[in-house]
């Protein structure tokens, strides 16, 4: 089956480390651009950061830019979210998504991860 | 970055109504706008894409148009599970932004 499950989320406090994990199966992971997207509770969605298929190019919103990394293991078909230097305004169901190819679309999600950052 | 607007943000329509629901972009993203469905609970599904492309599996009922910074999404007869929130996002440029998203209520 054709999907992506993240895991890894949870309640942290201020300041603290998350890792968020991301394993996709039934697809050739390593061909795809992947990325991460957020919604804070009862908000809309958000771009968060993407990774192109060879991990070698790296894009994040300026909101987490400097805290948070993006990367990837082909070999493990997974993605993952390294976020450091978590704040309150980061709560929020992250959930990471492919890319198709040109013309660019997210036509696979995941379920979501909930972040809670609070203390 | 690009920024996106949805109109409206909520809308109330009964079942078998024609709604429309429109996306400006702040500068010109030619048919990069892509359509997406969430329901409370669950992960977006894809609708549309380039503007006007059904994706595999989603009604007929759906279609989207336009293009350059102004585009629509038309629903031609509601039915009870269109009841969600719809949002646009533009795939022209890194960020890949998101519009505020339009909630489609039951009247």
């Known amino acids: 089956e054709v999907q992506l499950v993240e895991s890894g989320g949870g309640l942290v406090q201020p300041g603290g480390s998350l890792r968020l994990s991301c394993a996709a199966s039934g697809f050739t992971f390593s061909t795809y651009w992947m990325h991460w997207v957020r919604q804070a509770p009862g908000k809309g969605l958000v771009w968060v950061s993407r990774?192109?298929?060879?991990?070698?190019?790296?894009n994040s919103a300026d909101s987490v830019k400097g805290r948070f990394t993006i990367s990837r293991d082909n070999a493990e078909n997974t993605l993952y979210l390294q976020m450091n230097s978590l704040r309150a305004e980061d709560t929020a169901v992250y959930y990471c998504?492919?890319?198709?190819?040109?013309?660019?679309?997210?036509?696979?999600w995941g379920r979501g991860s909930l972040v809670t950052v609070s203390s | 970055d690009i920024q996106m607007t949805q109109s409206p943000s909520s809308l109330s329509a009964s079942v078998g109504d024609r709604v429309t629901i429109t996306c400006r972009a702040s500068q010109s993203i030619t048919s990069y706008l892509n359509w997406y469905q969430q329901k409370p609970g669950k992960a977006p599904k894809l609708l549309i894409y380039?503007?006007?492309t059904l994706q595999s599996g989603v009604p007929s009922r759906f279609s989207g148009s336009g293009s350059g910074t102004d585009f629509t999404l038309t629903i031609s007869s509601l039915q009870p599970e269109d009841f969600a929130t719809y949002y646009c996002q533009q795939s022209y440029s890194t960020p890949r932004t998101f519009g505020q998203g339009t909630k489609l209520e039951i009247k």
């Open positions: 998504a492919r890319e198709a190819p040109n013309p660019r679309y997210f036509d696979l």
């Open positions: 990774i192109s298929s060879d991990g070698g190019s790296t």
């Open positions: 380039a503007a006007s």
